[in-house]
Nanobody
């Protein structure tokens, strides 16, 4: 299994920006598709963005044009740059291995809280 440590969350005003980081362990990181997910209170966890081993990206419609996922294979780290944040982006954000079937194949990390509020 891969250990994941998310960081970078916090309290930000609407329209602000945050950059989340996810540090991963393991030797196959560069061969692994990764995703950022979020879970708001009382809601199911949703997929926000994915990045393939080659760097191809996909985004949920709700964040397209505002969020950017990237990766640094040398640092075994995945990033999520979040701009133009909205109150509805408030959630606990997690990264994890992404599998197209949606199956969870790795334990979740602790996540990082993002709160968008004035």
């Amino acid at each position: 299994q891969v250990q994941l440590v998310e960081s970078g969350g916090g309290l930000v005003q609407p329209g602000g920006s945050l950059r989340l980081s996810c540090a991963a362990s393991g030797s196959n990181f560069r061969l692994t598709a990764m995703g950022w997910y979020r879970q708001a209170p009382g809601k199911q966890r949703e997929l926000v963005a994915t990045i393939s081993p080659s760097g191809s990206t996909n985004y949920a419609d709700s964040v397209k044009g505002r969020f950017t996922i990237s990766r640094d294979n040398a640092k075994k780290t995945v990033y999520l740059q979040m701009n133009s944040l909205k109150p509805e982006d408030t959630a606990v954000y997690h990264c994890n291995i992404y599998v197209s079937s949606g199956r969870v194949v790795n334990p979740w990390g602790q996540g990082t809280q993002v709160t968008v509020s004035s």
